[in-house]
């Protein structure tokens, strides 16, 4: 399952094209995409004209969807491997997918990931030409290309990255973040290298991580920290989980490495979770915590290949210190194995869904059924003694160092105030592409009026519309949504 928010508080869903999917087009056919309203609760369908199945994507600085890539042709369902689709939102609710077959990417992708880049456009890495359990070279795509492309660009086309030959057969959805300095953190399998987003030429190449394979379908999850002024908006990593072999009974990866790319020789630093864990969902929430959801003990990603549910959210605290920064939270009760998927939405929740490790038609006489429902996990900050601080006005667009107000509603005196953008990205097979916190410098407190400055440029946050949160001692608001913009 892939999903996306978009700042109309709507989550975009693409799915399998299935007729399981129990939802369908004014016409009568299986729908495989839908829009998710978060206020009303309501779905309806979306009209895609192929495949999207496995494919990846990121926004544009107006706030249009970008979705790459996909899968095989079915029936009046075209071929989506090199497609590229966009899907601008509306409040109207008549807004669909849109797809022009005369432009495609430069090279079939199945499996890909896609990071959002300074400049507002989308960089895509890797992917195989068709499907498989295993990539294999024969069918690798070891190369990146820019979206949409511009004759300024240093190469045209695609252009190749030897990590993505080097890290065989493992190497499906490789991570990706764009760092504070402009350059790009790339990850597969154990290796990764700093890639320069002027010359697209590696920089560096960084130790490989202990403890085994972390991308698919060994199936980790990555996450860059979250950004702050405090720290001179310091690039640390931190990759999660995984599994140990291409098998059913796999044991799965209990460790998690954090690597500072702004240290003069990177290293990881290694520490365990509570419990292992393949395919999880990390995100970052208001408050600067992290949260790891979803996914198994045992196994590896793909149809059929795991067991043992893992139904314990999990808290990573960055600024505890080592050995103090895990927290167990209370457990689901429905399995989220292989194709599910969850992000952060505007009132501070953590929105779950999918399921569907099976291949099997029936989708129902399997060890974990194809699953419908939604659910929503409330983090710790929402149980607090006391209100939530409310956000009364920002401006709808800010631009990158200026100074702006934001006026809230606040029932603590003396409290401490921190305001943050976060950008949920697209999320699909534990991979949260474009997914960045930033706390904003603040510069005054007067009475309900919190003066900040928008972060100072790009490499930071790149231009895309955002969630705004106010947090009153680390209590988060409702996110407004506001557009950072040069």
């Known amino acids: 399952m892939h999903m996306a928010l978009t700042h109309t508080n709507h989550v975009i869903i693409l799915d399998r094209v299935q007729k399981a999917s129990k939802l369908y087009l004014p016409s009568g056919d299986f729908a495989w995409g839908s829009e998710y309203d978060l206020e009303t609760n309501t779905v309806r369908p979306l009209d895609l004209k192929s495949n999207t199945f496995c494919s990846a994507g990121g926004f544009l600085p107006d706030g249009t969807l970008i979705n790459v890539s996909g899968s095989q042709g079915r029936r009046k369902i075209r071929e989506g491997f090199n497609g590229i689709r966009s899907f601008k939102p509306c409040v109207d609710k008549l807004c669909d997918f849109n797809q022009d077959f005369n432009v495609t990417l430069d090279s079939k992708r199945w499996y890909p990931t896609v990071e959002g880049l300074a400049d507002g456009r989308l960089v895509i890495f890797g992917g195989s030409t068709t499907t498989c359990g295993l990539n294999t070279e024969e069918i690798n795509v070891p190369t990146f290309e820019l979206y949409p492309p511009s004759p300024n660009d240093p190469f045209t086309g695609q252009k190749e990255l030897k990590l993505l030959k080097e890290t065989l057969p493992n190497n499906l959805y490789p991570a990706a973040h764009l760092l504070p300095n402009g350059n790009m953190f790339v990850f597969a399998s154990t290796k990764s290298v700093i890639l320069n987003t002027t010359t697209w030429e590696v920089e560096k190449e960084l130790p490989d991580i202990p403890g085994g394979v972390r991308t698919y379908p060994l199936t980790g999850g990555s996450i860059l920290l979250p950004l702050s002024p405090e720290n001179q908006y310091q690039a640390e990593v931190l990759i999660c989980g995984g599994s140990r072999r291409y098998y059913r009974a796999s044991p799965g990866t209990i460790s998690c490495g954090r690597i500072n790319l702004d240290a003069e020789e990177p290293k990881w630093e290694m520490e365990d979770m509570p419990f292992p864990r393949v395919m999880p969902d990390i995100m970052a929430l208001p408050d600067g915590r992290l949260i790891i959801v979803n996914g198994v003990e045992i196994g590896t990603a793909g149809f059929n290949r795991a067991k043992e549910p893992t139904f314990a959210p999990v808290i990573y605290d960055p600024y505890a210190p080592k050995g103090d920064r895990f927290t167990t939270l209370g457990k689901s009760t429905i399995p989220r194995v292989y194709h599910s998927s969850a992000l952060l939405i505007p009132d501070g929740r953590i929105f779950v869904a999918g399921s569907n490790p099976n291949s099997d038609a029936t989708f129902e006489q399997v060890d974990f059924p194809t699953e419908y429902r939604v659910e929503a996990f409330s983090p710790p900050y ?72 928008a972060p100072p440029n790009p490499n930071i946050a790149p231009p895309k519309y955002y969630m705004l949160f106010v947090l009153e001692n680390n209590v988060p608001s409702i996110a407004r949504w506001v557009q950072l913009s040069n």
Do not use: A, C, W
């Not at 409310?390 to 603590?412: A, D, L, R, T, W």
């Open 382 to 453: 929402l149980f607090g003694e006391t209100p939530r601080p409310v956000i009364q006005k920002i401006p709808e667009k800010i631009h990158y160092g200026e100074k702006f107000e934001v006026n809230v509603e606040s029932f603590v005196e003396g409290s401490e105030f921190k305001v943050v953008l976060i950008h949920s990205g697209f999320v699909t097979h534990s991979t949260h592409m474009s997914h960045r916190h930033v706390t904003l410098q603040q510069v005054q407190v007067d009475g309900n009026s919190i003066t900040v400055t």
